[in-house]
């Protein structure tokens, strides 16, 4: 079968800087990526570029910061009241909230997300909420290793169960 909404894919890559040829990340033939094709979890222009390929099939291709983790953006630095990161004593855990360190936060809506310490002050600590991989083009290449169907369970959790997806 070859690739299509609702197949389950599984496939090993490695991404680096398309400007730089730095690699970033890569996945072994022990911990392969298995995900559901098709129901927007991934950058979109990933999915498109392997969609109708089958097992066996090895893929290379590029994709520019705009369409894929978008770019650095100073609207996403932002500086938080200290008192945020203070415990009832005014400490702030310094192990932690230090410049450089990713810290995970949430919004008001309970969204979770990290953010890195750019800056620490008495009043504030700024922090950069940009993805790490903001501004930087991507790069693939990789290998097909096995194209399944969903099954019905999956397909109802919009994700993929048993080796490499979920469970429970
Ligand atoms: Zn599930």
């Given amino acids: 079968m070859t690739i299509e909404?609702?197949?389950?894919?599984?496939?090993?890559?490695?991404?680096?800087?398309?400007?730089t040829g730095e690699k970033i990340e890569e996945t072994s033939s022990d911990n392969p990526m298995v995900f559901l094709y098709g129901?927007?979890?991934?950058?979109?222009e990933f999915e498109e570029?392997?969609?109708?390929k089958k097992a066996g099939d090895s893929f290379e291709f590029s994709i520019v910061s705009e369409?894929?983790?978008g770019n650095h953006s100073?609207?996403?630095?932002?500086?938080?009241?200290?008192?945020?990161?203070?415990d009832e004593t005014g400490k702030i855990n310094e192990?932690?909230?230090r410049v450089g360190a990713?810290?995970?936060?949430s919004d008001n809506e309970g969204n979770h997300m990290r953010g890195q310490v750019k800056e620490i002050t008495a009043?504030?600590?700024?922090?950069?909420?940009?993805?790490?991989?903001a501004g930087t083009d991507l790069h693939f290449i990789g290998e097909i290793l096995d194209i399944r169907q969903a099954t019905a369970d999956e397909l109802a959790h919009g994700h993929v169960h048993g080796p490499g997806g979920h469970h429970h």
């Fill in 123 to 133: 009043e504030f600590v700024k922090m950069d909420f940009n993805h790490p991989l």
């Fill in 67 to 69: 369409n894929a983790y």
């Fill in 102 to 105: 990713l810290v995970p936060m």
């Fill in 74 to 86: 100073e609207d996403n630095i932002v500086a938080i009241p200290i008192s945020v990161f203070q």
């Fill in 49 to 52: 570029n392997l969609f109708g």
């Fill in 5 to 19: 909404v609702n197949s389950v894919v599984s496939l090993n890559y490695k991404l680096s800087n398309h400007k």
């Fill in 39 to 44: 129901v927007g979890s991934l950058i979109p």
């Fill in 95 to 97: 192990n932690e909230i």
